[in-house]
């Protein structure tokens, strides 16, 4: 006699994955994900973005420097820059109707100032013509983009610390 019910209903003799089965999924979801970790390399995607931003603002200090030179006839000196990094810069400052250069001088995205210096070598006061300026950044990743290659600036070191990007009066 035919059972009917073990022909169209068969036992089930295995429930769910064996240990075996869910190891060998594990190490393969393992070795595709460390794959694209390897491939994606996220710090230096990050390094990337930072040093664009980095070239940005020194681009934005560049026009900033040559709006305060159209107004006051000589760049901003090396101790003035450092005042205002960080803030409002203005001519002659920021309170009232005075002419607003920057509404806020850059910081490297490390939370430090650019690196700044201004020509002549005494020109450190407000009374003295400053006749050139350069203001640079260390990059992360100087050979992913256009380091100083592309520009007339001379190596900027300030401190001991050597500039891999720079701006100047070209």
């Known amino acids: 006699m035919i059972n ?4 169209y209903f068969p036992k089930k003799t295995q429930k769910g994955f064996s240990l075996v089965e869910l190891l060998v999924v594990i190490a393969i979801i393992g070795i595709l994900v460390t794959i694209v970790i390897i491939a ?4 230096r995607l990050i ?3 930072q040093d664009a931003r980095r070239r940005t603002d020194l681009q934005a200090i ?3 420097m040559q709006i305060y030179f159209n107004e006051e006839r000589s760049y901003i000196d090396a101790t003035d820059f450092a005042a205002v990094s960080g803030a ?3 001519i002659p400052d920021c309170s009232g109707t005075n002419t607003v250069v920057m509404k806020q001088v850059p910081k490297d995205p490390k939370g430090t100032d650019y690196l700044y ?3 002549p070598g005494g020109c450190t006061t407000a009374a003295d013509d400053c006749i050139d300026y350069i203001a640079g950044a260390v990059l992360d990743n100087p050979s992913g983009g256009d380091a100083d290659t592309i520009t007339k600036c001379t190596q900027l070191t300030v401190s001991g610390v050597d500039a891999t990007y ?5």
């Open 4 to 7: 009917l019910r073990e022909n």
């Open 40 to 43: 994606i390399d996220p710090l």
């Open 47 to 49: 390094q990337d973005s």
């Open 62 to 64: 560049r026009t900033s």
């Open 88 to 90: 409002c810069w203005g």
């Open 117 to 119: 210096a201004a020509t």
């Open 166 to 170: 720079e701006v100047c009066n070209d």
